[in-house]
């Protein structure tokens, strides 16, 4: 019977798919220069496979209607910029697609010489360490489940720790030193259950449909940021449809929702997009004991009002709620060391005016708040009874308002000037307790009460001077200087990166600067003295050549350096390094004389989809090392030293296609467990005297991902099955003592996990 009901399935699909088959759908978008986002008239807009086009308006704006449903590419051309091409343009049945071009200026070409086509487009500042997303590339990523952090795990410059955790460990740095932009408004956390003072969390909260491309610049950025030492990332949102209504319906193991989008007036449009968990309502129907599953949501929504193509406005509106009981005995269970209620609220809201101002000026300005609200009562495992009063209480409540400028003046042909300020008012209310306990390495920590309302304010002022010497050689130099209340620290950030073009398919390019980042509230209230801490900083060294094997093939090869200086260090456990650890403990007293080293070398090759077949294959080795107040150089914890990994997909039709994602990591550094102390306080202990000396088995995984398209007369679905850790390797996470059973046990990442996937648009 389930068979006759699965080929029953499969023909009404497959009839509806062959009445989609004559559908067509429409493209549109606007074209500006990348510089100043002046909007581009007269520019040819190619729909590559059909040879067909337009050119834009005096708007920069374009629109061709009736493109047979599928997968194209779409170039942008005019006299005097680099052609731009655009893969993975997907059109569907019944619906407009939105693609916009951004055209880099450049010398006007000898005629017969061929002008090289830009699949890679970086901007005027970001010389080294860039590579970009687009939005398809971002949705089909096997092993991404649509998590713009999860995707850049296959990066040679991200380390790989753990499946449960999308934490962004960028060449040899902590989670902490990451943040992302989302349309010039900073984000601080972009992931449910996020860790507190830190970047990363569990699972992404944006909504991968709302995304039109992602910037990720893993060193030498500009001076445009500032307050964080390894990356930052750059994530554009779209603007809602403003001819239609369009609605979509999506539903996989992250969650159930919806989005919906159309215009609010002529002149504005908006889009909404919900999202809500469903595994612990699953559990409780089933009623299958006291297995308990964390419960999440998140809201997100984008409006634009657009007085002229020169000027527009947009809100935006990203709010996430997170929470998680589990009990004593799933705790257990689950290998947990507490165990209690979390509720995690955060949300960011604000408002970014864009304004072209001519041909040669552009600004944009931010005015927005982020929130962040933990309420937490942990309570130890294995403490018998277990107590009423909690281990660990959280109650905390951030804010940040924030406003930001950055504007852009081109000089002229050769010379063009970037700058701007930013300023942050920060209210923190902290409510918080740490029982007196046994850390890991057996030394009793006292007790930590905090309950304190603390305000300050940062500001950051910037420019960056952008010039090309020569034909072949352009460089950019900035200054950066930064000042922040709480402990009156006043910074100065130079930065200076080139690129000379060794002939017309290869770069060398190298960039170095100073990057200074604030410790977190959250660590820096714990005592008045350490407001006296120095701000920790690293110097970046980078160098790298790029050459294009054919026009949608780059080869990158990069060398990099980063050292860093005055990180804080604990005089009771010497030679741990706080940042690497979970911070929210008693520190009875800091030392700023903490150093770090991270340096390595990686290889990229990246295909674009220009045919049928894309790809990336990535190789690095690197060292991250730290000294201790010993004076002894240690291994960090995420120093895997060598990653490979393998990503592509073959797309065989229009509607069919397969994807796949190998991961190689070397092991991660360790502290062997002392099984005598572990046994006498009754949890994990390591031995002090081998400090990260030992190595978990190496990582490697496979995920592979299959999507189906569905064009139907007025809707279209999309139906995609994916395999995390296709074959079933046994990846340790970490070794902890297990009381109950008085040994050392193992905690294991994801085994092998199918997902299912559905996204209905209509």
């Known amino acids: 019977m389930k068979k006759n009901l699965v080929f029953i399935l499969i023909l009404i699909l497959n009839y509806y798919c062959l009445m989609g088959q004559n559908q067509t759908g429409n493209l549109m978008g606007r074209v500006v220069d990348s510089a100043s986002n002046y909007p581009l008239s007269n520019v040819n807009v190619i729909v590559k496979e059909l040879e067909t086009g337009v050119i834009t308006n005096e708007k920069g704006q374009y629109h061709i209607y009736d493109i047979p449903v599928g997968s194209y590419t779409v170039s942008f051309q005019r006299i005097g910029f680099k052609p731009q091409l655009k893969t993975d343009v997907i059109i569907r049945s019944n619906r407009t697609t939105f693609s916009n ?48 952090s999860r995707i850049l795990l296959s990066l040679p410059s991200v380390a790989k720790v753990n499946d449960q955790s999308n934490n962004l460990i960028v060449r040899g740095g902590s989670p902490m030193e990451n943040t992302f932009f989302i349309d010039n408004i900073e984000i601080p956390n972009i992931n449910h259950f996020p860790k507190q003072g830190s970047s990363g969390g569990q699972i992404g ?123 004593q005995e799933n705790a257990k269970e689950n290998a947990m060391s507490h165990f209690g209620n979390q509720d995690l609220f ?199 050549i790029e050459h294009l094997l054919t026009e949608d093939t780059r080869l990158v090869v990069e060398a990099y350096q980063k050292d860093y200086s005055n990180f804080p260090l604990d005089p009771q456990q010497p030679e741990l390094f706080v940042i690497d650890e979970d911070y929210f403990q008693n520190y009875e007293e800091l030392r700023d004389s903490g150093k770090a080293l991270s340096r390595g070398i990686e290889i990229t090759l990246q295909k674009k989809l220009a045919e049928s077949i894309y790809g990336l294959v990535s190789a690095t080795y690197f060292r ?21 990994s393998l990503e592509g997909g073959y797309k065989p039709s229009a509607g069919w296609e397969m994807s796949l994602r190998w991961i190689y990591a070397g092991g991660v550094p360790y502290t062997p467990i002392d099984k005598d102390l572990s046994d006498i306080y009754n949890q994990t202990v390591y031995d002090e005297s081998k400090i990260n000396t030992k190595r978990y088995p190496d990582y490697h995984s496979l995920n592979l991902r299959v999507d189906k398209r569905f064009y139907f007369n007025k809707t279209n679905l999309v139906v995609y099955f994916s395999v995390w850790n296709a074959y079933a390797q046994d990846n340790i996470a970490e070794y902890y003592w297990n009381d109950e059973k008085q040994k050392v046990d193992k905690i294991y990442q994801w085994t092998m996990l199918p997902i299912l996937g559905l996204e209905w648009e209509f």
């Open 346 to 544: 955060q949300g960011t809201y604000g408002v970014n005016w864009r304004a072209v101002w001519n041909e040669s000026t552009f600004s944009n300005t931010s005015l927005s708040m982020t929130s962040s609200i933990y309420d937490e009562e942990f309570r130890e495992t294995y403490k018998e009874p277990a107590s009423n009063i909690a281990d660990i209480k959280n109650k905390s409540r951030e804010i940040e308002g924030k406003f930001r400028n950055v504007n852009y003046k081109r000089l002229n042909d050769k010379l063009s000037i970037d700058f701007g300020l930013e300023t942050k008012l920060l209210q923190s209310n902290y409510d918080n307790f740490l029982a007196e306990s046994t850390n890991a390495l057996g030394d009793t920590i006292p007790e930590l009460i905090v309950d304190k309302n603390i305000s300050a304010h940062k500001l950051g002022v910037f420019a960056s001077l952008n010039y090309d010497l020569t034909a072949n050689f352009s460089g950019t130099f900035g200054l950066r200087a930064d000042y922040f209340s709480y402990n009156d620290n006043f910074s100065i950030s130079p930065r200076f990166s080139c690129q000379y073009k060794l002939s017309g398919k290869t770069l060398l390019n190298a960039s170095t600067g100073i990057y200074q980042q604030n410790l977190p509230l959250l660590l820096l209230s714990q005592n008045e003295s350490f407001q006296k801490l120095e701000t920790p900083f690293a110097v970046h060294y980078i160098l790298g």
């Open 624 to 644: 991250s090392r730290y000294k201790g107040l010993a004076g002894v150089w240690r291994n960090r914890n995420y120093d895997n030293r060598f990653i490979a």
């Open 101 to 148: 071009g951004v055209l880099q200026r450049q010398s006007i070409q000898i005629e017969g010489i061929k002008t090289k086509v830009d699949y890679f487009a970086k901007t005027e500042e970001a010389k080294t360490s860039v590579i970009n997303f687009s939005n398809e590339e971002i949705r089909r990523a096997p092993g991404s489940a649509g998590d713009v």
């Open 205 to 327: 909260i944006l909504n991968v449909d709302f995304i039109e491309d992602v910037t990720f610049n893993t060193g030498g950025f500009s001076t445009l940021y500032g307050d964080k030492l390894s990356s930052i990332m750059e994530i554009k949102f779209r603007d809602g449809n403003p001819q239609e209504f369009d609605g979509q319906i999506d539903f996989n193991w992250i969650g159930f929702g919806g989005i919906f989008e159309g215009p609010i007036n002529k002149k504005s449009s908006g889009m909404l997009a919900v999202k809500r968990s469903y595994l612990k309502y699953l559990i409780e129907a089933v009623d299958i004991g006291t297995s308990s599953a964390p419960e999440y949501g998140d809201i997100q929504g984008k409006f634009t009002y657009e007085f002229n193509p020169f000027h527009k406005i947009s809100a935006l509106v990203v709010f996430a709620d997170d929470h998680n009981s589990p009990d």
